[in-house]
């Protein structure tokens, strides 16, 4: 059977990277991927400036940026970038999963990998969670290697696998901290003979994320007046378990099933006789990784708000290979079928979904307006809409009003030198002024008030489906006759 299961493992990801590659040609984008987009088109030591002034680590960007000198920065390009981590883990399940725990587990990983509505999502988006995943994927894979086999290499692999995952994310951080307080759990109740390599592993990873501790420590007090995360419960329990499943089905039943799948992983997990098989433990020891993490942040989230679903992603990998230990438990071929035929289900619906988002032709509206002249100016309140603006009319002058005082001037640069960030309406100076709002007119009312401006273009309101957001735009132009 193996030869078997190295087939299908070839064909799914095979089929799944030609799906993802399908979905990056266009130019669509949403505020988050217009940030990286703008940054990397700084030289390295600028955008490591800017985005230590930002909330990310700074692993992601300075990649995305070799990667773009080297290929092309053009938005197909970037969401390439994202692509090849995916491809990576899942030949690393083929290889290595495959080779420490069986061909049957690797493909049932592989599978539930490649299937996950989300991972879709991300595998295409110019962001650094699909680079995180397959970091702390690796960290975890050589953790128990280093354990199991006692050899340098496998410590020295997950060292290196640990200070990458936590340069590119902060959970990524959190992850392999949460790994390697498990490790140490493990080598004083099983192993003390392994504790001088477990400590030099451990100060070697230090002294190697100093440097990102302190941009951590930074950060963090840097957004503290102005961080947008809100944590509701019992929402926040709802929001994760549908998060993997849902994506852009816009229904009821990616959340029915997750938590029906959820039911049935923690009876599974309660019920199984076989407490040591090592599938079972394996699994017991995922989720309690995934658990812990999610636990500690909720707690943290108490006095300052650091968790939303999406921070799970950087352990995907984590979680995906837990849900394959305990399925390849399951004897019931009805179960098996029922599991497999919904995650398949949703993955085909998700991806019709997606595509169809991602190829709408109302995407094409906001990059296409009608009469931009070269000395026009755009102006916004809301950074959201904004910074999508700012990529898509970079050649015209950019004027972010920053009401709300937030402490952005220098990550902001990340958009180019063509925006600026004004604390005053004063500062905005043009003849021909592009208002852009959404859900909401108060720039337009800011500009509205001007005696010296009329109104060309009132509240036209374009819908942005891959972003899901409403630009409300507006035109001004200067009234001569007050001159």
């Not at 030869?3 to 399908?22: E, N, P």
């Not at 394959?324 to 098996?336: A, G, Q, R």
């Not at 988002?357 to 000395?375: A, F, S, T």
Request: glycine residues 4%; aromatic residues 16%; contains cysteine.
């Amino acid at each position: 059977m193996d030869k078997v299961y190295k087939k299908v493992s070839i064909a799914i990801i095979i089929i799944a990277t030609i799906l993802q590659v399908v979905c990056i040609f266009n130019n669509n984008i949403w505020f988050d991927e217009s940030y990286t987009v703008g940054l990397v088109n700084h030289n390295i030591i600028d955008l490591i400036k800017i985005a230590i002034a930002d909330v990310h680590p700074v692993l992601y960007y300075i990649l995305l940026r070799i990667f773009s000198i080297i290929f092309g920065n053009s938005i197909i390009i970037l969401k390439l970038f994202s692509i090849i981590p995916i491809v990576l883990l899942a030949i690393f399940g083929y290889k290595s999963i495959g080779k420490e725990f069986g061909h049957k587990i690797a493909m049932l990983f592989i599978l539930i990998l490649e299937t996950l509505p989300m991972t879709l999502h991300y595998a295409v988006q110019i962001r650094m969670h699909s680079l995180a995943m397959l970091f702390v994927s690796i960290s975890a894979f050589y953790a128990y290697k280093a354990l199991k086999y006692l050899n340098w290499k496998d410590f020295v692999i997950f060292c290196i696998c640990s200070i990458l995952s936590s340069y590119t994310h902060h959970f990524g951080f959190f992850a392999c901290l949460t790994i390697d307080l498990f490790m140490l759990i493990y080598i004083l109740i099983k192993n003390k003979d392994l504790l001088k390599k477990y400590v030099i592993s451990v100060i070697t990873q230090f002294i190697l994320f100093i440097p990102g501790l302190l941009i951590f420590l930074k950060q963090a007090f840097s957004v503290s007046h102005g961080f947008w995360i809100e944590v509701k419960y019992p929402q926040i329990f709802f929001e994760m378990i549908e998060y993997l499943f849902k994506d852009n089905i816009q229904s009821i039943i990616p959340f029915v099933f997750g938590l029906t799948f959820v039911l049935y992983v923690i009876y599974k997990l309660i019920t199984y006789k076989d407490k040591k098989d090592l599938s079972y433990k394996l699994s017991i020891i995922s989720f309690g990784l995934i658990t812990f993490v999610i636990v500690v942040s909720l707690c943290i989230s108490s006095y300052r708000a650091i968790f939303i679903p999406r921070y799970m992603l950087p352990m995907l990998g984590i979680i995906v290979f837990g849900v394959t230990c305990l399925i390849s438990l399951e004897k019931n071929k009805y179960i098996l079928s029922i599991l497999f035929t919904m995650i398949v289900t949703l993955n085909i619906w998700n991806y019709i979904t997606f595509f169809n988002i991602n190829y709408d032709v109302q995407n094409l509206e906001i990059q296409k307006l009608e009469d931009v002249r070269k000395d026009d100016i755009f102006v916004y309140k809301n950074i959201g809409v904004g910074g999508i603006i700012d990529i898509y009319y970079n050649n015209n002058a950019q004027y972010f009003f920053n009401e709300n005082g937030w402490k952005i001037h220098t990550a902001y640069k990340a958009f180019g030198s063509q925006m600026k960030v004004v604390d005053s309406i004063e500062q905005i100076v043009g003849s021909r002024i592009w208002v852009i709002d959404s859900n909401s007119n108060s720039m337009y009312d800011d500009i509205k008030k001007r005696n010296d401006m009329k109104e060309v273009i009132t509240k036209k309101e374009i819908y942005h489906p891959y972003s899901g957001s409403i630009f409300i735009v507006s035109l001004f132009e200067q009234n001569i006759n007050l001159i």
